[in-house]
């Protein structure tokens, strides 16, 4: 559910569209009214400033849905007469900067990761960067098959993960996943 149709009241996470895990009743609960007011004041200015700063809409919707999760874990802490935008806004800053810290470690990774010998290695170094593609391959091949799978039709064969997703039946959200639990288990296996 995009962030500029109306907002289920009872669902503090409508900004991503996920009804089905969080229900505060705001007729039973005065922290849910709090919540819901703070919401739908501060919904779209949190989602264009994170949008700005990630230009990805995917990864934007779960930023902001971070931010409202934390904010309504502090709820009953904040004191709702001030002006709450800058703290939302230093949640969002927060996430994205880790966001970005993540993104930047899986494309250096990437980056270090040919599928040929540059010609430009020195013989010299062609042995270290031969053992370095060995454990890297011998890394992946540790990673559970379906991961595996997903992961050498992204990185290796080059597929999107629309494309990905659509061929084996599963959510490109599904993808996503998975390839970041690849990333950040290779990152572990292989030395600096």
Request: charged share 25%; net charge positive.
């Amino acid at each position: 559910m995009p962030l500029n149709q109306p907002h289920d009241n009872n669902c503090p996470d409508a900004a991503t569209g996920n009804t089905g895990r969080w229900r505060p009743s705001p007729q039973q609960d005065p922290a849910a009214e709090r919540f819901n007011q703070i919401f739908l004041a501060t919904k779209d200015r949190m989602y264009q400033f994170v949008k700005k700063l990630t230009q990805d809409e995917s990864d934007t919707k779960d930023i902001v849905q971070d931010c409202y999760v934390s904010l309504w874990q502090k709820i009953n802490e904040i004191d709702t007469e001030k002006d709450i935008l800058p703290l939302l806004f230093t949640y969002a800053r927060n996430r994205v900067i880790d966001y970005l810290r993540k993104k930047t470690s899986r494309q250096q990774l990437l980056s270090e990761w040919p599928q040929e010998i540059p010609g430009d290695v020195p013989p010299e170094q062609q042995l270290d960067y031969k053992e370095r593609m060995t454990q890297l391959q011998l890394s992946i091949n540790q990673l559970p098959s379906h991961r595996k799978k997903i992961f050498t039709m992204v990185k290796q064969d080059g597929f999107s993960h629309k494309e990905v997703a659509r061929q084996l039946g599963i959510s490109a959200a599904t993808v996503k996943k998975q390839i970041g639990l690849s990333l950040k288990f290779l990152k572990t296996q292989l030395p600096r």
